[in-house]
Nanobody, 114 residues
Framework: QVRFVESGGGLVQPGSSLRLSCVSP????????MSWYRQAPGKGREFVAT???????SYLDSVKGRFTISRDDFTNTLYLQMNSLKREDTAVYYC????????WGQGTQVTVSS
């Protein structure tokens, strides 16, 4: 069984920053295209960012220039640096391989509110 453990969320004011982390004891992230997804209340899960095995990155248009995805191959940790947070970024954030049918983790809640 492959597990994904997300952390780093919280309640922040608009304009603030957060850094999300994701680890997996069973999956080696550098061997997969890894992505962050999010699910806002009452909405479906949406793609946020991906980092390919080649280190190429792509982003949801609404987070371009504000979010940065990265990967630490030594610690096998996936990160999402989120700057200039907006209320519409409020969601539960998940990490997951971009392709594959593994179970999803619990996610980490990000709430942007004044």
């Amino acid at each position: 069984q492959v597990r994904f453990v997300e952390s780093g969320g919280g309640l922040v004011q608009p304009g603030s920053s957060l850094r999300l982390s994701c680890v997996s004891p069973e999956l080696t992230f550098r061997e997969y295209d890894m992505s962050w997804y999010r699910q806002a209340p009452g909405k479906g899960r949406e793609f946020v960012a991906t980092i390919a095995m080649t280190n190429n990155r792509s982003y949801l248009d609404s987070v371009k220039g504000r979010f940065t995805i990265s990967r630490d191959d030594f610690t096998n940790t996936l990160y999402l640096q989120m700057n200039s947070l907006k209320r519409e970024d409020t969601a539960v954030y998940y990490c997951h391989p971009h392709h594959g049918t593994w179970d999803w983790g619990q996610g980490t809640q990000v709430t942007v509110s004044s």
